[in-house]
C-alpha cells in the first residue's frame, strides 16, 4: 500500500473510497493476516510459562477473563 502524504484536508478528496470487500475474496485471508500481524506488532501478547490446572471450567473461565483483561490493560514496552 502506497504512502500519501497531504498537506490539508482538501487535498484528500482525490483519494479513491474504500470498497466493502466482496465474500469468499482469496485476497480477504491476506487483508486478515497483515492485520493480526500490525496488531501482534502493535501490542504483543505474554504468555506467562507454566501449566495451570483448575477444579472446574468456571474457575478457568475467570481465570481466562482476568489474563485477557490484564493484556489490554498492560502498558506497552518503551523501545
Same mark, same amino acid.
Given at each position: =500500500?502506497?504512502?500519501?502524504?497531504?498537506? /490539508?484536508?482538501? @487535498? =484528500?478528496?482525490? /483519494?479513491? #473510497?474504500?470498497?466493502?470487500?466482496?465474500?469468499?475474496? #482469496? @485476497?480477504?485471508?491476506?487483508?486478515?493476516?497483515?492485520? /493480526? @500481524?500490525?496488531?501482534?506488532?502493535?501490542?504483543?501478547?505474554?504468555?506467562?510459562?507454566?501449566?495451570?490446572?483448575?477444579?472446574?471450567? @468456571?474457575? =478457568?473461565?475467570?481465570?481466562?477473563?482476568?489474563?485477557?483483561?490484564?493484556?489490554?490493560?498492560? #502498558?506497552?514496552? /518503551? #523501545?
Amino acid at each position: =500500500m502506497p504512502i500519501r502524504k497531504f498537506r /490539508s484536508v482538501e @487535498e =484528500m478528496k482525490g /483519494s479513491r #473510497p474504500l470498497r466493502p470487500l466482496t465474500p469468499l475474496d #482469496p @485476497e480477504n485471508l491476506r487483508i486478515a493476516c497483515d492485520l /493480526s @500481524e500490525l496488531a501482534y506488532a502493535l501490542h504483543p501478547w505474554h504468555f506467562p510459562p507454566g501449566v495451570r490446572k483448575f477444579r472446574s471450567i @468456571e474457575e =478457568m473461565n475467570a481465570h481466562r477473563a482476568a489474563w485477557e483483561r490484564e493484556q489490554v490493560r498492560r #502498558p506497552q514496552p /518503551s #523501545p
